[in-house]
């Protein structure tokens, strides 16, 4: 059964570009901005307090491989995550592989999960995670679209270059596409770029 029939039709290449710049660039800029100011702190959190979580947003550039037709794409990729200092937290995620197209066949993914933070090494975060969402994926010369359920386990890590500037250095996914009209689909790919914590 295909979810969310319909909606992608409303999305071509032009609109997801435009969405994916207006909507993740000013939280980057945003974040960046914050990132370079020194904060004034009056007092210190005690030692003993394990609570309290972080929101971080980012964007990537991505390289990835279709087993339909056997394509390699790139895109871009904005994401958002919200850790807590248990080392858990929650990714979402959106992609828009629409460059490096051969006869108008893209794809866009929308995607969130949970995500776990390794013990750092050093100024590298390595993390986990299981995401789930749907993916929009256009036929050749743009001749239909399926809107289906799509299933990310992945993984990556972080380099620290400041308390709230981190390099995305590298982020591994497999996408499987299980209702994919002409049977399962995987795809996997690779992503880079950077990270910034809000707060």
């Known amino acids: 059964m295909k ?7 409303m ?10 710049f207006k909507t993740i ?27 309290g979580a972080t929101l971080s947003a ?6 990835f491989y279709l087993q339909y037709g056997e394509r390699k794409m790139l895109g871009a990729t904005g994401f958002a ?3 807590t200092r248990r080392h858990l937290g929650i990714e979402g995620e959106a992609r828009w592989l ?11 993914t929308y995607s969130i999960g949970p995500r776990y933070s390794f013990h750092s090494f050093g100024r590298f975060q390595p993390y986990a995670k299981g995401l789930v969402g749907f ?6 010369y743009s001749d239909g679209q399926d809107n289906d359920l799509v299933v990310t386990p992945g993984g990556g890590v972080d380099y620290r270059l400041s308390r709230r500037i981190h390099l995305r250095v590298a982020d591994f996914e497999y996408q499987y596409w299980p209702q994919f009209h002409y049977g399962a689909m995987s795809s996997f790919g690779v992503s880079s770029g950077i990270r910034v914590r809000i707060f």
């Open 3 to 9: 979810i969310c029939h319909g909606f992608g039709e």
């Open 11 to 20: 999305w071509n290449e032009k609109t997801a570009l435009q969405a994916c």
């Open 25 to 51: 660039f000013p939280v980057v800029m945003l974040g960046m901005l914050f990132g370079i100011t020194r904060p004034a702190c009056a007092q210190v959190v005690p030692a003993a307090d394990a609570g």
């Open 58 to 63: 980012g964007a990537t550039v991505s390289g």
């Open 81 to 83: 995550d919200y850790d």
């Open 98 to 108: 629409v460059f490096h197209q051969t006869d108008d066949v893209h794809a866009v």
């Open 135 to 140: 993916g929009k994926f256009t036929y050749p």
